[in-house]
């Protein structure tokens, strides 16, 4: 019987599973909070999941692959804040935070507190269409109409931490890390060769996905989002950046 793996349902994921080679897996795509939800019901043998849930219960079940994820070192474009009013005015402001998010919304309130002293929880809510700050991510994010004030989430993290952002990272249950773990890492370093090899295939898959979804984006600008995200760390970068969020992740 395969092992179930669950992997982040967005565009950015594409390069971890673009040349297929994961046997022994029966894959399964879906958003970060589901994904989420999922490791947390101990469902998955393995699963992408959104970096600062992994203390909530998780670590319990399941241990990290090292060195693989999603991660960034600046800019990321997929994760952000649009807002209508300037930062400076939040917490007064209305705001939209996605469903979808595991991550980006616990990162975002941590900078905010940090850099504006918001609450960006504590904030009323309100639609997407009639909130005056939105935060989304993923390829809703990327393709979303620019406002006046805009807040990047890896940017933001680059400035004020000083360190690459954790988006997602893979959980494997602890009961079959033995096994589970050396095929996954096998498959992801199967795909990251071929996304090196040939980053263009990765954005012509893209183009597809978010055709079919309604969403538009150039070419240039998926070709600018893949050069600024990162799928591996080198081991002691990715145990200071995940030390860092395992420290923080309650604040």
Not at 32 to 46: D, G, I, K, Y
Not at 89 to 107: L, M, N, V
Not at 115 to 141: C, H
């Amino acid at each position: 019987m395969p092992f179930s793996l669950g992997k982040v349902s967005y565009i950015n994921a594409l390069p971890l599973f673009c040349a297929g080679g994961f046997e022994g897996f029966e894959v399964f795509s879906e958003p970060p909070s589901s994904l989420n939800a999922r490791v947390a019901r101990a469902e998955p043998a393995a699963a992408m999941i959104s970096r600062w849930v992994y203390e909530d219960g998780a670590d319990a079940l399941y241990g990290v692959l090292p060195e693989y994820g999603i991660f960034g070192d600046g800019e990321i474009m997929s994760v952000k804040i649009f807002s209508k009013v300037p930062f400076e005015d939040f917490p007064k402001t209305s705001i939209f935070i996605t469903s979808e998010t595991g991550t980006s919304s616990r990162a975002f309130a941590f900078l905010f507190k940090k850099k504006y002293g918001a609450d960006i929880f504590s904030m009323p809510r309100a639609t997407l269409e009639s909130a005056d700050a939105a935060l989304l991510i993923g390829d809703e994010a990327l393709a979303f109409p620019p406002r006046e004030f805009c807040a990047d989430l890896g940017e933001m993290w680059r400035e004020e931490v000083g360190l690459p952002m954790m988006y997602s990272v893979f959980a494997v249950r602890r009961d079959v890390e033995g096994e589970v773990a050396p095929m996954l890492r096998e498959g992801i370093e199967k795909s990251l060769a071929a996304f090196e090899a040939d980053p263009g295939a990765v954005v012509d898959s893209a183009l597809r996905v978010l055709e079919r979804a309604g969403r538009r984006c150039s070419r240039a600008v998926l070709e600018k989002y893949y050069s600024r995200l990162k799928y591996s760390l080198p081991p002691e970068t990715f145990k200071k950046a995940f030390d860092f969020v395992a420290a923080h992740a309650g604040a």
